[in-house]
């Protein structure tokens, strides 16, 4: 389209009446169709997300009631049945009994005598959320796994077509039809406050939030609920005199941020019921992983041995500290004829040490399968969930659990390698 004012080429009118145009502030016209790009542009600017948050309840008791129909209804806990243990998931009529996940096995068993145990079975668990994430990843055009049981779904634009509660309350009755398992979800327009909505909508259902609502929604609700308030910032906020949602929204932001730096900051968005955080796809979530090549090319194995354990504990590290498990384990070796071969695993989600070690070295003894010298050989831990390390402990105790505290304590004021798996220790001649 030629703008007004401009000179034309030439002086012939046109043979065919062009579109339409009109002027805009700039005394420019412009055809319709640019018009309708233009308005395009501005309305996905200003629309507003749709993201629905979809969470397993009571997701290890729920695998453990489908395996065993008997348990439905009762005061369920997993975990080792050992005296040091501690409870991983609980049913909902044990948490009636201020029963809850962490909590030591032994203190649980007081508080409800005639509770059922079972130890866990995280193979199983792995297996079931892989299913449910299959249908979702078979149905949602966007989706986040940030957890073993929970998922976030970027629907915007989908009331155009279907009408998002409609399509999200399908997608929920297709899991539990498929998997067996309940799932609840919360729809909201951001991340925060469709989770919150989940566990508002917990057991068993579903709630949606109207975008516009997401203040009303959260004042009335105790400060705990914002997900990033632990037991800890709880009980903080409390002495201060804070206690729900409503009152936190309102106390000014610099004060929130003299009294927890940044985070305070960022509690004061989610306690206003903003979240601008986006839904990282879940093939785009970034994998952890760490290579070497020897100085020399060996075939030496205890030096091969000692090597996969120092990468494999500094990655399981590196989880650790970032909250998260892995799925899948990737080993890579480069022989010295420069021949690359990778063979990767899927695992039962976890970030402990001596799991993780024996999966690698498993890899390692399929795949170095030349008897060649090895130039260089990697690590890689994919398809990474949230989650932390007590989850996959069943049979062991607390003093477990203490110990990798210890552990990541130390690591983490010295340094990753200045504490290593007694066979990562080389006699000198071989460090060098
Ligand atoms: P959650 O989704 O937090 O809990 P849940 O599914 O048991 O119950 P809800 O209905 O409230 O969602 O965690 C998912 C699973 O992760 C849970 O079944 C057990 C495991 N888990 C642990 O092993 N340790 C923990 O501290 C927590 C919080 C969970
Ligand atoms: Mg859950
Ligand atoms: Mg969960």
Known sequence: MIPAGRPVANNYPPLLPGPPSVSLFTGVNYSWPVLFIFNSV???ALQ?????????????VSVECLNDDSLRGKPLLIGGSSDR????????????YGIHSAMPMKTALRLCPHAIVRSGDMERYSEKSR?????????????????IDEFYLDISGMDKFFGSLKWTTELRKKIMKESGLPISFGLASNKLVSKVATDEAKPNGQLEIHFGEEKSFLAPLPVEKIPMVGRETGAQLRRRGVETVKTLSEVPISLLEAWM????????KKANGIDESPVVPYYEQKSISTENTFPADTIDMALLHAELVRMTEKIAFELRQQNKLTGCVTLKIRYSDFQTVTKQMTIPYTCSDHILL?????????LYDRRLLVRLIGVRFSHLVQGNYQINLFDDSQEMIALYQAIDQIKNRFGWQYLMKGTNVLPPEKKK
């Not at 507003?48 to 290890?60: G, N, V």
């Not at 299913?131 to 957890?147: C, F, G, H, N, R």
Request: hydrophobic share 45%; with cysteine.
């Open 42 to 44: 501005i309305m996905i």
């Open 48 to 60: 507003q997300r749709t993201i629905a948050h979809f969470d397993l309840d009571c997701f290890f």
């Open 85 to 96: 243990a501690v409870v991983s998931a609980c049913s909902y009529e044990a948490r009636k």
């Open 131 to 147: 299913e449910v994430t299959a249908v979702i990843a078979d149905q949602a055009p966007l989706y986040e796994k940030s957890s």
């Open 261 to 268: 730096g940044k985070n305070g900051i960022a509690l004061w």
């Open 358 to 366: 024996e999966k690698v070295k498993d890899l390692f003894n399929k």
